[in-house]
């Protein structure tokens, strides 16, 4: 039987991970996160997550950093990270974007694995 019941998630309720992230709409094999105001510094390590993400930019900038390439993500963009690709961020401006993971970053403490 396929599933029928509705979730929803308000974000000023959700739970907060580790890296700053708020875990938002999560289903069996998708989830939601928001990066939310987060704040221009230092390139953030580089990680392989056991995940893929596809993102979209709401405001501000940042560098995605993907072996060779360089990507400006700029407010409009969108972009995939494959799952287990070797990647950073570098925020250059307040940046604030909402990501999907798949599978979940959250179960199984995947988001918390290669930081």
């Avoid at 396929?2 to 992230?21: F, H």
């Avoid at 939601?32 to 709401?58: C, H, N």
């Amino acid at each position: 039987m396929a599933e029928t019941s509705i979730t929803k998630v308000n974000a000023k309720s959700s739970p907060k991970g580790s890296m700053g992230q708020k875990y938002l709409a999560a289903g069996v094999s998708m989830a939601m996160r928001l990066w939310e105001d987060e704040q221009p510094g230092q390139e953030k390590p580089a990680s392989e997550r056991d995940y893929e993400t596809v993102g979209y930019v709401i405001k501000g900038r940042a560098e995605l950093h993907l072996g060779p390439q360089v990507v400006l993500l700029e407010p409009g963009d969108s972009w995939v990270v494959p799952r287990g690709a070797s990647h950073s961020y570098r925020v250059l401006e307040a940046f604030t974007a909402v990501e999907a993971t798949h599978p979940p970053a959250f179960v199984h403490a995947r988001d918390e694995k290669n930081r």
